[in-house]
Every structure is written in C-alpha cells, then in structure tokens.
C-alpha cells in the first residue's frame, strides 16, 4: 500500500501546466519579436551559436525535476504489512437524537447543533477508546461503527442533521438495540452507550431495552437536551432565514419540552446516570470523566504498521536534474553541430 504523509503538497504538481503555458507564450513572443528585427538567415547568423532543441531540452529537465521535488516533499510512503496492534481503551456508542423537535433553539444554537458540538468536543478527548455513532429518531441507524479513526468520524457526525432518519417519532429503544447488535461481545471491552435525546413522544420498548442492555453488561448514560417549559420549532428557508415556526393540524405553534423523567428512567434501568443538558456546560465531558475511570481492556485493531518513508528516491534525482538542467547551455554543440553541417553537405551532392 501507498500513501503520502502530506497529501497536501501534491497540489503543486499543478504549476507544470502553468509552466508549459509560461513557456509556451515566452517563446512565441521571442520568435514574434525576433521576426520584427529581421529576416531569418540574418537572425540565424546573429544568433547562430544559440539552440532552441537543447533550451527546449532544459525546461523539460526542470519540469522532470519539479514533479520529482512536488512528490518528494508530499513524502511518499510504503506499507508492507498488515498486523494487528493492540490498544487499550473502551467501546463507546452515541445515540443522538436527529428528531425535529432537536431543533428547537432552547439550547443554544439548538438543541442539535449543541449535541454535535459536544460530542466532537469527546472525540477530541478520546486516546485510544472506539466511538461509534447511531442517529434515531422513528427508527435507528449506524452512521459510523465503532472506530480510532477520529478524523473520519468528525467527517461523519458533520453530515448529520435532522433529515438524517425520514420516519418521524422518537425511539430510543431502537437505538439501544442497535448499539447491542453493533457491539462484539467476543471483546472484553467495556462496552458505554451515551443517549442524547429530548426524550419528547419515546416511544415502545425503551425501558426494556435498557434493561436488556444492563444484563449484557453495557452501560447506558442519558443526557437531556431542551427546557421543561419547552420552544417552538423554527422553520428555516434554504437560504438561512427563518420563515415561521412548527405548526399542528389546527394552525397552533408547536411547541416541544424536556421529558427529564422518561430520560431517567431509562438510564435508571440501564444501570447508569442520566445528566441535564445546559447551553454551557459540556455533559460528555462529565461522562467521559466517569467511563475513564472504569478499567480499560485491549483489543485488536487491523492496521499498517510498517509505512517507510520514501522520499529520498524523489528528491535526490530532482537535485540532481536542477545540477544537469544549470549545467545545460543555450548554445549549440560542437559535435552536434558539426554533424549538422556534414548531413546538409551530403544532401546537397545528392
């Protein structure tokens, strides 16, 4: 496997077709301005000793030695092996709510967009412990299995909104069912599932959930989103601009509250501890402080670990490619010019 450890650099490679176009104009306003200052035989006698192949031959030199320099700095790299490296640490699943009462702004911004906001603020905290995703709302999806990979899953969560799960509701028993069906029983891991919900209009089997959760040893944290007086829901344009808010059949406002005891019965049964979220306190950071005291347990993660830089097979070559490309001059050669004149002299005695 190749990769590059500084992709960013490769964008570089993108000034040689600006150096051909460059190249390209200088040598068609020199040949203009040559033609404006006299014929072609008399230009060839002024300027008999200059070569327009061996100029020719330096740029492509120096093109050759800048995509060599461009790749070497972007650090090419090889992997020669997959293994398994052990790491230490803790499974843990997000269950986040993406109903539409979640975006209610009783939270700031809203209830959603403070969600997201904490749990990159977890990811940022993680060493070494898996996160997973499952957005809900009438039912549960996995928008990221259980991963180290904490840049993919900022990517992930980024993308989530409202529309993330078409069937309208709110159930977290299905959520919960996902993250037991997501989990690897096989890992002794512990194994954390972290539901962030209003907890508005729960639906079914929740309760049951959780405590089918608790008996597999998985513990299950809740966190509260909104106020118990509750707010509208805004309706927002495709511009930005907020046009009316969540109405009912009849015309009414709509307006969504906290449901704090359904939120603590299910962390109640779940064998955890439910927490009421705020506009500014971080509610993950809390958990998180409460599940990295638990003992952490190893588990196998399949990646290259043999990547070998190299770079050097790119830059030395293009050092030494600027050395030929300096060493060339404009000026014909000798040799070959005598050549030249011996095969014009043979096909005028033919």
Known sequence: ??????????????????LVAVYWYVALARRRALGRFGQQPTLAQIAGEASTTKRLVKFLVLLLAVALLVVGLA???????????????????????????????????????????????????LAGDRIGLIVFAGE??????LTTDYSAANLFLDAVDVDAVPMPGTSIGSAIEKAMESFDFKDQTTKVVIIISDGEDTEGNSYDAAEEA??????????????SAGAPIPIYSASGQQTDFKRDKAGNVV????????????????????????SSQDELDEIYKNINALQKKEFGVKQFTDFEDRFQYFLLPAGLLLLLELLITDKKSPLLARWNLLRKEEEVKA
């Open 1 to 18: 496997m190749i990769r590059f450890a500084h992709t960013e650099y490769l964008y570089a490679l993108l000034l040689i077709p600006v």
């Open 75 to 125: 650090n090419p790299q090889v992997g020669t092996r997959m293994e398994e490296v052990k790491q230490e640490g803790i499974d843990i699943f997000i269950a986040l709510d993406v109903s539409l009462s979640m975006k209610a702004e009783d939270i700031k911004p809203s209830r959603l967009e403070k969600a997201k906001l904490e749990i990159r603020n977890l990811i940022e905290r």
């Open 140 to 145: 549960a999806f996995t928008q990221f299995p």
């Open 214 to 227: 608790a008996k597999k040893g998985i513990l299950l944290y809740t966190v509260g989103l909104g106020t």
């Open 255 to 278: 307006v969504t509250k906290l449901d704090e005891a359904a939120l603590e019965r299910i962390a109640t049964a779940g064998s955890g501890k439910y927490f009421r979220g705020t």
